[in-house]
């Protein structure tokens, strides 16, 4: 079976039931060791689907211990060969209604926010497809490593459901022509694609994905939290900045950083040749 065909009966079978109900709570697996907090997509029934409720797990998940100086990174990732399938059918049929269909984006958008607003990277690690609203949780994710099967598409167009949002997260990652490619046609792009239009940093051998995602986790460890939180918050300031602002407010940050207690220490030891001992923010 093709993709869409995948896609088409998926939909059929989220869409296909007799009553709406919230009480299904989509499954999260959080692993916490070494710096490295990894947040686990773990519904293979639903194929991983952002339902208010995953969504809502996700953002606590998220924004828990976001003050602790010892959190370093942020690792999302999926049990099962759909990193997500993106949002929950059952909650935009019309038998959900207006208000649910509202409050799914509303949520979606938090948790969008939430990514945004982490003081450590977040790092979406892929096996598999992502599509809608899941391709767009990998678009905003701060780095995006995949393996070689993994395959990225924003199908809604082809059942009524333009992939709006997600085309949010994707315009500010692709080129115009992938993501309209994407949004236009509902065809998937690959691994490789991804890598080339910038979607995604490194695509690996599925039995190396791990290897990988832990070398830029401990590539991350290395630098100051402190001045890695700094820097994040000040790229997507200035993102949406004209350019004479971004520079202005850059200038600024750079002043800032100057002031940071890693900031001094990083200057110092450069000219004095030695290894930088960070504090991270500790006091």
Known sequence: MNKLGFFRNFFKKEISFRKYSQDAISTLSVEYS????????????????????MMENLIN?????????????????????????????????SLAGTDTHQKVFTVAADLMNAIIDSPVPIIAKVNGIA???????????????CSENSTFLTPGVNFGIFCSTPGVALSRSLPKSTTMKMLLTGKSISANEAKDAGLVVEVCQENKLDISVNEYCEDIKMKSRQVVELGKRFYYEQINLNLKD????????????????DGKEGIDSFIEKR?????????
């Open 131 to 145: 599509a809608a609203a899941g391709c767009q949780l990998v678009a905003q994710c701060d780095l995006a490593i």
């Open 34 to 53: 070494n710096g490295v907090k990894t947040i686990t997509l773990n519904d293979k029934k639903t194929r991983n689907a952002l339902s208010i409720n």
């Open 246 to 261: 971004a520079y202005h407010k850059g200038g600024n940050t750079m002043v800032e950083n100057l002031q940071l207690q």
């Open 275 to 283: 290894r930088a001992i960070w504090t991270h923010g500790k006091k």
């Open 61 to 93: 998940n998220i924004r828990s211990n976001n003050s602790d100086p010892f959190l370093r990174v942020i690792v999302l990732a999926a049990n099962g060969n759909v990193f997500s399938a993106g949002h929950n059918l059952k909650e935009l049929s």
